[in-house]
Protein backbone atom coordinates (compact mmCIF):
# COMPACT_ATOMS: atom_id res chain seq x y z
CA UNK A 1 0.00 0.00 0.00
CA UNK A 2 1.38 3.90 -1.11
CA UNK A 3 -0.41 6.79 -0.21
CA UNK A 4 0.09 10.55 -1.64
CA UNK A 5 0.16 13.18 0.22
CA UNK A 6 0.07 16.65 -2.00
CA UNK A 7 1.80 19.89 -0.29
CA UNK A 8 1.49 23.42 -2.02
CA UNK A 9 4.61 25.09 -1.42
CA UNK A 10 3.84 28.60 -1.91
CA UNK A 11 4.20 29.23 1.84
CA UNK A 12 7.13 29.10 4.33
CA UNK A 13 5.70 26.64 6.44
CA UNK A 14 4.75 24.33 3.71
CA UNK A 15 8.43 24.45 2.17
CA UNK A 16 9.60 24.05 5.82
CA UNK A 17 7.05 20.38 6.10
CA UNK A 18 8.61 19.29 2.60
CA UNK A 19 12.22 19.38 3.72
CA UNK A 20 11.52 17.91 6.74
CA UNK A 21 9.99 15.35 4.94
CA UNK A 22 13.05 15.43 2.23
CA UNK A 23 15.34 14.78 5.41
CA UNK A 24 13.32 12.08 6.28
CA UNK A 25 13.32 10.34 2.89
CA UNK A 26 17.57 9.94 2.85
CA UNK A 27 17.04 7.96 6.41
CA UNK A 28 14.05 5.85 5.54
CA UNK A 29 14.30 3.83 2.29
CA UNK A 30 10.49 3.25 2.42
CA UNK A 31 9.72 6.92 2.32
CA UNK A 32 9.92 8.40 -1.25
CA UNK A 33 9.57 12.56 -2.25
CA UNK A 34 8.50 12.55 -5.93
CA UNK A 35 8.04 16.46 -7.03
CA UNK A 36 4.89 16.63 -9.27
CA UNK A 37 5.63 18.19 -12.36
CA UNK A 38 2.92 18.08 -14.36
CA UNK A 39 1.05 20.30 -12.76
CA UNK A 40 0.93 23.44 -14.70
CA UNK A 41 0.92 26.23 -12.01
CA UNK A 42 -1.10 29.81 -12.23
CA UNK A 43 2.23 31.88 -13.23
CA UNK A 44 2.69 29.74 -16.66
CA UNK A 45 -1.01 29.92 -16.92
CA UNK A 46 -1.44 33.73 -17.19
CA UNK A 47 1.53 34.01 -19.15
CA UNK A 48 0.42 31.40 -22.06
CA UNK A 49 -2.88 33.44 -21.91
CA UNK A 50 -1.08 37.04 -21.74
CA UNK A 51 0.72 35.99 -24.74
CA UNK A 52 -2.24 34.62 -26.78
CA UNK A 53 -4.47 37.60 -26.03
CA UNK A 54 -1.16 39.27 -27.64
CA UNK A 55 -1.17 37.59 -30.42
CA UNK A 56 -5.39 37.67 -31.03
CA UNK A 57 -4.66 41.50 -30.58
CA UNK A 58 -1.25 41.69 -32.55
CA UNK A 59 -2.01 39.40 -35.85
CA UNK A 60 0.67 41.15 -38.31
CA UNK A 61 3.42 40.78 -35.68
CA UNK A 62 3.11 36.86 -36.00
CA UNK A 63 3.81 34.01 -38.95
CA UNK A 64 1.94 31.15 -39.68
CA UNK A 65 3.28 27.44 -38.76
CA UNK A 66 2.80 27.05 -42.39
CA UNK A 67 4.83 30.35 -43.01
CA UNK A 68 7.70 29.55 -40.62
CA UNK A 69 8.56 25.67 -41.87
CA UNK A 70 8.41 27.21 -45.75
CA UNK A 71 11.26 29.86 -44.67
CA UNK A 72 13.30 27.00 -42.52
CA UNK A 73 12.80 24.66 -46.05
CA UNK A 74 14.15 27.27 -47.98
CA UNK A 75 17.12 28.17 -45.62
Do not use: C, G
Not at 6 to 17: E, H, L, V
Not at 41 to 55: C, G, Q, S, W
Request: glycine residues 0%.
Amino acid sequence: MSFTVKIDDTSPKAQSIINMLKELAEDYSFLNIVEDVDEINDTILREVDARKEYMENHPDEWKSWEEVKRNIQNS
